[in-house]
């Protein structure tokens, strides 16, 4: 779908895209996905969400990480410069999510604004480098990566507009606490910290349905956060013939470098979704640039 997520969350994957859209599920919702991303950063998702009485809460987890990545260094100059390897690091980016959506209805009187939803999730960040050492390894290269590792918090703020039938719209705040109320990040090593950039996303779903079956278009819009990582537009269509299949495909852009600046690369998707009873399998096929072994195959369970 391109990640023309905004106005279609509906369920556990809302933690991610848009907390507002757990309220648009009202049972047990779990989810896990696993890919190889660019055939190296092995990339794995898990998401639960359940109804309460004071709404739908649901935890999130998210990690990327590359392993065994050689370390080396050179020795020596002219006819006896030599390259040694004298160690292997461990790369590892973690998400936690806490997610909290309702339609607004809850919160008002004679069942107003059932058409609205809001949500919130607080997202906790950790990342770092280890690394393994063989004997050639000097004192001053294993300072390199000591410590090279460090956590922050911030939030999500979603909201949801069931306009009609056929229509809904979103909208979402990523990243919206300010660096004054702790959305930051802060690296152990020399105690540097950093501002989490805030993304607004706007986006729109539209449902058509005849003689039993369903085509969604999905669009989104992406809000740059300066002149290294500029707007993008993400869309998708998803054809349900059946109840129990669907398929998809999308555009879904991303900033490049280009020899003029930065442009955008428009990374075509695929993929196709079964449920099968309560139980939901997907496959995701995603293009990233132009190398066609960049190209990443997801598959997911909920």
Do not use: C
Not at 10 to 25: E, H, M, Q, V, Y
Not at 36 to 43: A, E, F, I, P, T
Not at 169 to 183: A, E, K
Not at 236 to 255: F, M, N, S
């Amino acid at each position: 779908m391109g990640k023309a997520y905004t106005g279609l969350a509906d369920d556990a994957s809302a933690i991610f895209t848009n907390p507002a859209g757990l309220a648009r599920n009202n049972s047990l919702n779990i989810i896990s996905m696993s890919g190889s991303l660019l055939s190296d950063v092995n990339y794995v998702l898990l998401g639960a969400s359940d109804n309460s009485r004071l709404g739908k809460f649901g935890v999130g987890y998210i990690n990327a990480s590359v392993a065994g990545t050689p370390l080396m260094v050179s020795t020596g100059s002219g006819s006896t410069a030599a390259i040694s390897q004298v160690g292997v690091a461990d790369y590892s980016s973690s998400l936690f999510s806490l997610s909290y959506g309702s339609r607004l209805s809850r919160f008002l009187k004679a069942g107003k604004g059932n058409n609205f939803a809001m949500g919130l999730s607080l997202k906790y960040f950790l990342q770092g480098f280890s690394a393994s050492w063989n004997a050639a390894a000097s004192d001053e290269k294993k300072k390199n990566l000591q410590d090279a590792m460090g956590n922050g918090v911030d939030a999500d703020l979603g909201f949801l507009w069931e306009f009609n039938p056929w229509l809904t719209l979103g909208l979402t705040f990523q990243n919206f606490l300010p660096y004054s109320l702790g959305g930051k990040f802060t690296w152990q090593k020399n105690a540097i910290t950093e501002g989490i950039p805030m993304v607004i996303r706007v986006g729109a779903l539209a449902t058509q349905e005849s003689s039993g079956q369903r085509f969604n278009f999905s669009l989104d819009y992406e809000s740059g956060t300066g002149q290294n990582k500029p707007s993008t537009l993400h869309a998708g269509v998803e054809y349900w013939p059946l109840e129990l299949i669907a398929l998809r495909a999308g555009i879904d852009q991303k900033p490049k470098a280009t020899e003029a600046g930065i442009g955008v690369d428009n990374n075509f998707t695929a993929g196709v979704g079964l449920v099968l009873s309560s139980f939901t399998f997907d496959y995701a096929y995603h293009q990233f640039g132009d190398l066609p072994e960049n190209a990443t195959h997801f598959f997911s369970i909920g």
